[in-house]
């Protein structure tokens, strides 16, 4: 099976934006799978392999942070890499995300060679 | 702290490298506006030691435009689309406002985006707050910035 990439994000604008960045960075991948909040990406994740997940930090239901905190704790999973993109490039809650597993992190507003140099390591 | 100078950059970073549309700052808007007619507005609520709310308000045309730009494809009518694009472009706009805030010594939370969308409506202002409006011209038109905050 080909490289699989996850992106979890509320905001579907935002979530065919980084898509298009993702295409247009170069990178090699094969599909791209979508989810809208960290819940609904826990419940893809039962039944679907991914080989890498970008992430939004602000969002309903289930945000960034809690979703790393459970991914954690999931064997089958805990080792996927996840780099949070997001509006709060703050320290603290970048730091957080690092402390829960984040391989990284990507601040909005951004360019695809933005997206090239903080996954071009982890795909 | 210079809130018009921190929204002028803000507004404009997300345009030069998201949406690749030339865009050029108005002086602030003194006088307050909160009547809209076909218009599209996303808003933000903050929270914590600086409460308030950061919106953007935009006609119709220029709402449609800048979420053409944004995903890339024609848009002709106020969808879905657009009135999720203005909420995470409001969404950025107040993120790089909040990380501001909090350099300053400040704690803020940020809502999730909502968005407003009518032939008319009405939004009233916070109470006793700060109000910086600052006006942004595109090649389809002008919108608004309108960050309120207080102590």
Known sequence: MGKRILVIDDSSTMRKIVSRSLRQAGLEFDEILEASDGQEALNLLENEKVDLILSDINMPNMDGIEFLRQKKELDAIKDIPVVMITTEGGADIIGEAKSLGAAGSVKKPFKPDTINEVLGDLI | ?151
């Open chain 2, 1 to 151: 702290m210079d809130l018009q100078k921190n929204i002028t950059d803000a507004t404009t970073e997300i345009f030069e490298t998201m949406i690749m549309v030339d865009i050029i700052a108005g002086d602030p808007i003194t006088e307050k506006i909160n009547n809209f007619k076909c218009s599209v507005s996303g808003v933000i609520g903050l929270a914590g030691s600086c409460k308030g709310m950061l919106a953007i308000h935009l006609p119709d045309k220029v709402a449609m435009s800048i979420t053409g730009s944004f995903l890339g494809m024609d848009v002709t009518e106020v969808d879905d689309d657009v009135t999720d694009a203005i909420g995470e472009l409001a969404n950025m706009v107040a993120g790089n406002i909040k990380m501001i805030l909090d350099e300053a010594g400040n704690n803020v939370t940020v809502s999730i985006p909502s968005c407003v969308h009518g032939e008319e409506y009405t939004m009233d202002t916070v109470s006793d707050s700060q109000r910086v409006v600052i006006p942004f011209n595109i090649d389809s038109g002008q919108f608004l910035v309108e960050l309120q905050i207080k102590n």
